[in-house]
């Protein structure tokens, strides 16, 4: 089970909990169950439209699940300027998932986060 956080500058912050380990729960599903008014667009990867910062609430950096960015991920968010070609290659060694997601991309993990949208 992870507590997760939706915050933006436009509404009332929302945690909610989610089932974790499901593989197909995805962070813009749960959003959408959850009635948390997350933009979106294709839900396959491929927009950009679902783009969220997520902050992982663990102390210790080692700690973090995060969960691998899909390659359409990483294609979008070069894209949009939101992740570096170093960052991609730090990820590829430490296992460690950058704070810029796709919502429709990123599987929730028993870990809590705050998401902002
Ligand atoms: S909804 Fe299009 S990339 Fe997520």
């Not at 507590?3 to 749960?30: M, N």
């Not at 070609?85 to 991309?105: F, Y």
Request: hydrophobic share 40%; with cysteine; glycine share 6%.
């Amino acid at each position: 089970m992870a507590l997760i956080t939706f915050s933006s500058p436009e509404y009332k912050d929302r945690t909610v909990y989610a089932v974790a380990g499901s593989h197909t729960e995805t962070l813009l599903k749960v959003a959408l169950a959850n009635k948390v008014p997350i933009n979106f667009n294709c839900q396959d990867g491929e927009c950009g439209s679902c783009l969220v910062k997520v902050t992982y609430l663990k102390e210790r950096r080692v700690d973090i699940q995060g969960g691998p960015l899909t390659p359409k991920e990483i294609t979008v968010l070069k894209t949009l300027g939101k992740i570096a070609q170093d960052e991609i290659d730090t990820m590829a060694v430490d296992d460690l998932p950058t704070s810029w997601r796709l919502a429709c991309q990123l599987v929730v993990r028993n870990e809590d986060v705050v998401v902002e949208y």
